[in-house]
């Protein structure tokens, strides 16, 4: 349930008005109007606007506004001067009509009419601003892409810019956690499900939410609860999108709806993700300010993708965060947490002044702000990489070494994968529902289940800014695997933290070929089912990948530690391999956590030697080399 939210004056009080308004094709959408509850219906103020599936507003049983998700956002839009405008998108909460797919091209069209009936209201001076974050994040990279002349800037947060890379399949690897749950709570909500809403999500107070909240909430009027219920019937129909995941290998694989519906390439991010509509939110041109974080999922991946992208406005500012922005995430604050190793929570209204900011000001100029952990400050640079970088790479080498050099000597060192190996239940991927706190552990237990190389102390403070790269000559003894590999560091006292991470399903393996010049290239995998194919048992492979971008100074005295599973119980599938073929069509599904394999785990073979690529490039720089400073 939402709190009050601090920094509110008890004086600032806000109205939520509620309807419906008709698309083109008839199609009616719920939205709510959050006004200032002083100001007259004809006062004239900017518009913040958000598209969310997971219902725009509650039924609540006292019907007490302060117990709203948005009343926060709401009464600190008040106190800028600015209405917000709420709507349940097209097939969910109490809007009618059935959704084909996340953030469907019809989903993309209702945004433009949408707003078309803000600019009309007697209410509007014409400037509208889309937001939200997560799933409202990507609605209003959708909002950009229409290019409305309206549109003064889009201000979104932890949008999943990739949805296959950066979310539901990194490295091509089934995210059945985050699939299956999210799969059971837009289920739940489509169908208006209250109590499995509450089974679905993490961290609430079960019994309160279900003391409080009746389901969605009805537009206003005495018709109200009959058309949301009209309204949630036709929901019966709905795609689940996460509910594919099993059936789903390649991004380009397709997945049906109803007998007789239209099969989309689901998780093709040309089609549904934001990067399929780039060419689009580059031509509107419109200002865009957006926010990531370092431990949420790959959305700081994407921030960095979108920066070179497109050529809009831009701000981009990462963070020592996790999803939504919720807690401070700063791996050097664990051992000084509280018992149960809990990060600090941060005010929401940081946040909301922040968003709202934008719509005062909209970028005018590109810039990206990062935090550097470790260093505790904030940078600014106009491009990325940024300037005075340069690669450092540690050679794995015989004896599960880190070193400078290559080993003189070609030899090889196997592991058998663990199945049991795993990143824990407060991993960067736990935090996309519910926005729960990631939790720094120590992880030289778990390490154990794994094959670790460590570097010797580090002589000088190293500050690593931008996606290590990881070079493996590896062979596997089966047809196909999952491949996990984890940057930690290791303090004077032998903590072990989990700093980065990568990871490939073996299938996937195929790398883009150098540019032009000959210049090699980061490692790009296309995940398409033309570039699949199965592993030869026992031949030696050369698997490139590139781990997920961090800013971090690493203290004299730490050791850099590469550490390699071939599983994460209890986040990612297994991949099932057809024994009896070799062809990349006949790898099948993904299996649960739980589900056993039929065959005995993998075994990973490593190859070290002085002609051999197995090493681990770091991107540093000078601590003392930022472009600019400032708090954010």
């Known amino acids: 349930m939402s709190q009050p939210v601090p920094d509110v004056p008890a004086t600032v009080r ?11 094709d008839g199609v009616r959408l719920a939205l709510d109007v959050w006004r200032d509850a002083t100001l007259t219906a004809d006062a004239a103020q900017p518009c913040l606007l958000l598209s969310t599936r997971y219902w725009r507003a509650f039924d609540l049983v006292e019907g007490d506004p302060v117990l709203q998700p948005l009343h926060g956002l709401a009464c600190r839009a008040a106190m800028h001067g600015v209405t917000v405008v709420n709507v349940d998108a097209r097939g969910s909460g109490a809007s009618f009509g059935q959704r084909v797919t996340e953030w469907s091209r019809e ?48 201000a979104p947060q932890f949008a999943d810019i990739d949805i296959y890379r950066h979310n539901l ?70 795609f689940n999108i996460a509910a594919t995941a099993r059936s789903l290998v390649y991004a380009d694989d397709a ?41 949420d999922a790959g959305t700081a991946e994407g921030a960095l993708e979108l920066f070179a992208g497109v050529g809009n ?49 909209p970028p005018t100029d590109r810039r990206i702000d990062y935090f ?14 940024p300037e005075g970088l340069a690669g450092h790479r540690l050679h794995l080498a015989p004896g ?66 931008g996606a290590p790269v990881v070079a493996l000559a590896l062979a596997c003894d089966q047809s196909d695997a999952a491949l996990f590999v984890y940057l930690e560091m290791i303090d004077a006292n032998g903590r072990v933290t989990l700093l980065s991470e990568g990871q490939l399903r073996l299938l996937h393996r195929k790398v883009q070929p150098a540019d032009k010049s000959g210049a090699e290239l980061p490692p790009v995998h296309s995940y398409a089912r033309r570039d699949g194919a199965t592993v030869t048992p026992g031949a030696v492979m050369d698997i490139r990948l590139r781990l997920l971008p961090i800013a971090i100074r690493l203290p004299t005295g730490t050791r850099v530690r590469l550490a390699v599973a071939g599983a994460d ?64």
Not at 430 to 441: A, D, F, K, M, R
Not at 605 to 617: E, K, M, R, S
Request: charged share 15%.
């Open 372 to 385: 550097v952990l470790g260093a505790n400050e904030w940078r600014t640079t106009r491009q990325w990489p």
């Open 107 to 154: 989903e993309r069209a209702d945004l433009w009419h949408v707003i078309d009936w803000v600019i009309a209201q007697p209410w509007s001076d014409g400037r509208v601003m889309a937001h939200g974050y997560s799933y409202g994040g990507n609605t209003a990279f959708l909002a950009a892409s229409t290019g409305h002349p309206a549109l003064v800037a889009v």
């Open 169 to 238: 399949f990194p490295g091509g690897i089934a995210n059945l956690w985050l699939n299956d749950n999210w799969a059971a709570l837009t289920a739940a909500q489509d169908r208006a499900d209250v109590a499995a809403v509450a089974d679905a999500l993490p961290g609430i107070d079960r019994a309160s939410f279900l003391h409080h909240v009746r389901g969605p909430a009805p537009v206003d009027g005495p018709d109200g609860p009959a058309l949301l219920a009209e309204a949630v019937a036709g929901h019966a129909g709905n």
């Open 569 to 632: 119980a209890d986040t990612f599938g297994a991949p099932l391999v057809a024994a009896s073929s070799a062809s990349p069509t006949r790898i099948i599904s993904s299996a649960p956590p739980t589900l056993a394999i039929s065959s005995a785990p993998p075994t990973f073979t490593f190859h070290y030697g002085p002609a051999i690529d197995c090493w681990l490039d770091l991107p540093i720089t000078a601590p003392a080399a930022p472009d600019a400073c400032s708090r954010r």
């Open 14 to 24: 806000v109205t939520r008005r509620s309807a419906y308004v008709a698309m083109p």
């Open 313 to 361: 406005p831009l701000h981009v500012t990462i963070g020592p965060w996790g999803h939504g922005r919720s807690y401070l995430q700063d791996p050097f604050a664990a051992t000084g947490s509280d018992a149960d190793g809990m990060p600090v929570p941060l005010p929401p209204t940081d946040n909301f002044d922040d968003v709202l900011a934008v719509l005062a000001a």
């Open 400 to 465: 599960r070494r880190l070193t400078d050099v290559s080993p003189a000597e070609a030899a090889h060192d196997s592991y058998q994968v663990d199945p049991a190996a795993t990143t824990g239940k407060a991993n960067r991927w736990w935090t996309q529902i519910g926005c729960q706190p990631v939790l720094h552990e120590n992880r030289r237990a778990a390490d154990a289940r794994l094959i670790v190389h460590d570097s010797a102390p580090l002589p000088a403070p190293l500050e690593i800014v």
């Open 255 to 295: 997945a049906g709806m109803n007998a007789g519906r239209a099969v989309h390439a689901v998780l093709d991010c040309a089609q549904f993700g934001v990067n399929g509509w780039q060419r689009e939110i580059a031509a509107a041109g419109i200002p865009i300010a957006y926010w990531a974080g370092w431990f």
